[in-house]
T-cell receptor, first 114, second 116 residues
């Protein structure tokens, strides 16, 4: 059972456009929501993360929007660039559990055309 | 820089073979994880370990076992490889005190395993 659902599976955006990836979770005990970015041939790497006490977090061109009541969060990439082309994973965890294990979404393959 | 090293980038094995995937991290992390990555299914947790000789099952442990004899090394074992275990395998590590260290998992580059 997938506890974190991610959409779309793939996304094509023109350079300069806005990329939006959405995630929904089921477990209300989740209290940490990171996004990971994976380039071809590499392992995923943390991009940006949010905790549920805030509704939005921005780092450069990347913004997480968080809606606790709807149990949804999304990644917005402003002014998308070809170098942003990668696979993006949302995730969720309960930090008090041993190992702070992450539950990942299915992933979104983003292509930014020049 | 944190480094998580997986011993092989590509492996080809035959059905029924015993397969070892090795992972080493150099940041003195307490936690280590094994995932498999399949298109459309994301990253699924196989096993994780929060201390030497400790292990816990993840979401898909069937057909796999793990070993953690030293803090820096975490091995994934396929006792009898099957074709449905053909996949990309990713190792990760993190600090135990997650809330202080921002709960960052550091990943290796992955091992692409093909079972014929």
């Amino acid at each position: 059972q997938q506890q974190v659902k991610q959409s779309p599976q793939s996304l094509i955006v023109q350079k300069g456009g806005i990329s939006i990836i959405n995630c929904a979770y089921e477990n209300t005990a989740f209290d940490y929501f990171p996004w990971y970015q994976q380039f071809p041939g590499k392992g995923p790497a943390l991009l940006i993360a949010i905790r549920p006490d805030v509704s939005e977090k921005k780092e450069g061109r990347f913004t997480i929007s968080f809606n606790k009541s709807a149990k949804q969060f999304s990644l917005h990439i402003m002014d998308s660039q070809p170098g942003d082309s990668a696979t993006y994973f949302c995730a969720a965890s309960m930090e008090e559990t041993s190992g702070s294990r992450l539950t990942f979404g299915e992933g979104t393959q983003l292509t930014v055309n020049p | 820089d944190v480094k998580v090293t997986q011993s092989s980038r590509y492996l080809v094995k035959r059905t029924g073979e015993k397969v070892f995937l090795e992972c080493v991290q150099d940041m003195d992390h307490e936690n280590m994880f094994w995932y498999r990555q399949d298109p459309g299914l994301g990253l699924r947790l196989i096993y994780f370990s929060y201390d030497v000789k400790m292990k816990e099952k993840g979401d898909i442990p069937e057909g796999y076992s793990v070993s953690r004899e030293k803090k820096e090394r975490f091995s994934l074992i396929l006792e009898s490889a099957s074709t449905n275990q053909t996949s990309m395998y990713l190792c990760a590590s993190s600090f135990e005190l997650a809330s202080l260290a921002k709960n960052i998992q550091y990943f290796g580059a992955g091992t692409r395993l093909s079972v014929l």
